[in-house]
Structure formats: C-alpha cells, structure tokens
C-alpha cells in the first residue's frame, strides 16, 4: 500500500492537533498508511485544499465531509 502524498504537512499525522487520544497511532496506520483515500483529512484537502481543511477534522469524520463537501458531492 501507498503512504498518503499529504502526509508532510498533515496535522493529523505529525500530532499537531490538539487533544489528541492514544489510539491515534491506529488511525494513523489505517488513514494515513493504509487507506489514506478514505480519510476524512484527504478527502477534503483534494477537493477544498489543504488551507480548507478544518484543523480538528479526524480521518474518520465522514458526517463532516458531507457538510463540507455538500456543493461537490
């Protein structure tokens, strides 16, 4: 599997985020090593960009791409 292509400046996996809980090591893998296509974090970044990307958004925050891709889906 690939590694995500946003990965250097993502705040999610460089553990820029505030209040972030333990298990994210596992989310790490999965999101962000694994299947970095289905991140909530990439998902918008592609679409909206990087700057759009809502610092406290987690990988698996599917109701929030809705809201926030709702003009693009």
């Keep these: 599997m690939e590694r995500c292509e946003l990965l250097d400046g993502c705040l999610f996996f460089n ?8 298990v994210t ?3 790490k ?4 090593l ?3 296509e289905q991140c909530a974090r990439y998902r918008v970044a592609t679409v909206l960009g990087r700057k759009k990307t809502p610092a406290d958004l987690f990988p698996y925050d599917t109701t ?3 809201i926030l891709l709702k003009e693009y889906i």
Excluded: E, G, V
């Design 15 to 22: 553990d820029q985020m505030k209040d972030m809980p333990t």
């Design 34 to 36: 694994w299947h970095y």
């Design 25 to 27: 090591d596992n989310m």
């Design 64 to 66: 929030r791409i809705k």
């Design 29 to 32: 893998r999965m999101y962000c």
